[in-house]
């Protein structure tokens, strides 16, 4: 794949988050592909990617992934961006940093880079929420 075919799978799966379409977001891994958000086990698999991603967004009014850098080093996306986001008539903003692997159109890889406390807090839910 070019850059540019991984800059715009990227730019799909950020526009399904902010359209809410987990299908499509679900659709856009890898079989076997892994989210790791580095401070939690990987998630590996789009059956258990796609179970952690409905869960997550139960009760979620709106996101926004703004981004403010995207670019490709040594074949891997990396994005800067702030999560803007409203979840049970709680509003959060969390700076986040991700780092995608994109083979043959799909994300075979998403590290995501953030502060858990701050996530929690923009959720309503105490920094030690475990959600299944």
Known sequence: MTDDERLAVARDMFDAW????????IGLFAADGVLHSVMQDPLVGR????????????GL???ELRVKALGVIDGRVF?????????????????????LRIEDGLVTEWLEYYDRATLMRGM???ADHVHS
């Open 18 to 25: 902010n359209r809410q379409d987990w299908d499509r977001a």
């Open 47 to 58: 059956d258990a990617i796609g179970e952690r991603i409905r869960a997550l967004t139960q």
């Open 61 to 63: 009014e709106r996101i």
């Open 79 to 99: 994005v800067e961006r702030v999560d803007d986001f409203d979840v049970d008539g709680h509003h959060g903003e969390v700076p986040v940093v991700g780092i």
């Open 124 to 126: 309503g839910l105490a």
